[in-house]
Structures are given as C-alpha cells and as structure tokens.
C-alpha cells in the first residue's frame, strides 16, 4: 500500500489563483520534504519540515506540518507559469523496524492555464 | 559549486546485460542515496551509502548493488536486467547519513531496457 497519498493527483489552475497540495501519511512522519520535477528531470529541493506544526515558506509557496495528522500541505499563491510541474512530498517513515529510506508519494501535477 | 551529477543521461540496454551508473555528490556532500521512479510514480528509495558502506536498502533484490569511492562518489550496478528495470535512476546527496539533512538530486539516468 501507498504510504504516503497525494492529492490530488492533477491540478488545472488560472494563472495568478492559489492552490492548495496535500501529503497524508499512513505511518508516522520523523520528517517531511517536498520537491518539484519537471517532467524527466531531477527533483529540486523546495523545503524540509521536521517539527509538528512547522511552516516554512520561500517566495510564493508554503508548506505546513501537522504532525498529529501525519499530513503537509503545500500552498502556492498568485500562481505563475514557472510554478507548472510534479510536486512530490517525500517523509522520512518508520514501520516499527527501522529506518525505510525515504518515502515519496506518486506526485501532484500541476498545470497554470495563462 | 556543482550540484548532484549523474552519467549517462540516458542508457539503452537488453535483458540480461548489467548496468553501472554513476554519480558525483554535491561538493561538501558525503552519503550518497539512489532512486528508481519509473513513468507515473515517484522514487522508490534503493540503497544509501555512507562512509563507504550501505547503511539502509530498500525493497529491491540483490541485482541491484552499489558502490561508493573514497572521493564519496557512487555507483549504481544492475545485473540480470529485466524489462521491468526501465526507469529514470536518480541519485541524491547530503551531509551525513539519514533522513535529517536535505537531500540533493541530480538529473538522473534513463535507462530503457529492449
């Protein structure tokens, strides 16, 4: 099973709208980062959450950890053309045994209409 | 200050062959972690490396193997290739071994198997 879900899966907005993605574990989260990829290429860092209830925010995009909930959501304000790609939330989870590496969830794609 | 490189951009194998992609870590960067993401899905953690030993793997069976060099850049082996290992391969960096610390990607390798 997908331990870590995002929603949703695709995102059509207009230009110059907020969007809000969401990351919900199944597991508890020791950590939480979120990158974007444009198609095929290699995934850019945007932030990394660690303490519950945590939020961070670099130029136009915040995200927020609610460690109670095992969930992160990122928001986007006045959404631009250079904000289009995959946004990937990946958690540092564990199941009881150790360590499993990094988790990623499948992706949200985004797409900004002009 | 170069980031995460990884060669070869792309690669075309057959079943059966082996494969060794590489991967130079971000300078200041000294664990090394590899990814698989096939089409649609995000990565799926394999192994990392610290110190020049796997500390943590993944799901993934013994034909995957890796190394890691003194100058802490790594390689990535696949033996026994299967159709199944067409994927985008995608290495990570970061300072000491965990989940605690950012990780950096490069580009990746696409590597399609006939």
């Known amino acids: 099973s997908q331990e870590l879900e995002q929603s949703p899966q695709s995102l059509i907005v207009q230009e110059g709208k907020n969007l809000t993605i969401n990351c919900t574990s199944s597991?508890?989260?020791?950590?939480l980062y979120w990158y974007k990829q444009k198609y095929g290429e290699g995934l850019i860092f945007l932030m990394m959450?660690?303490?519950?209830?945590e939020e961070k925010s670099h130029e136009k995009i915040t995200a927020k950890l609610d460690e109670k909930k095992q969930q992160s959501s990122l928001h986007i304000t006045a959404s631009q053309p250079s904000h289009a790609g995959i946004y990937l939330c990946?958690?540092?989870?564990?199941?009881?045994?150790?360590?499993?590496?990094?988790?990623f969830g499948k992706g949200t794609h985004l797409i900004i209409q002009p | 200050d170069a980031g995460v490189t990884q060669s070869p951009t792309h690669l075309i194998k057959t079943r059966g062959q082996q494969v060794t992609l590489r991967c130079s870590p971000k300078?200041?960067?000294?664990?090394v972690s590899w990814y698989q993401q096939a089409l649609g899905q995000g990565p799926q953690f394999i192994f990392q490396?610290?110190?020049?030993?796997?500390?943590q793997r993944g799901n993934f069976p013994d034909r995957f193997s890796g190394h890691q060099f003194p100058n802490y850049s790594s390689e990535l082996n696949v033996n026994a290739l299967l159709l199944g290992d067409s994927a985008l391969y995608l290495c990570?960096?970061?300072?000491?071994?965990?989940?605690?610390?950012?990780?950096?990607f490069g580009d990746g390798t696409r590597l399609s198997i006939l």
């Open positions: 990570a960096s970061s300072l000491g071994q965990g989940w605690n610390q950012p990780q950096h």
């Open positions: 490396y610290y110190e020049e030993e796997e500390r």
């Open positions: 597991k508890t989260l020791y950590g």
């Open positions: 300078s200041g960067h000294d664990t």
């Open positions: 990946g958690a540092d989870v564990y199941s009881g045994g150790g360590a499993d590496g990094l988790t």
């Open positions: 959450l660690q303490k519950g209830g």
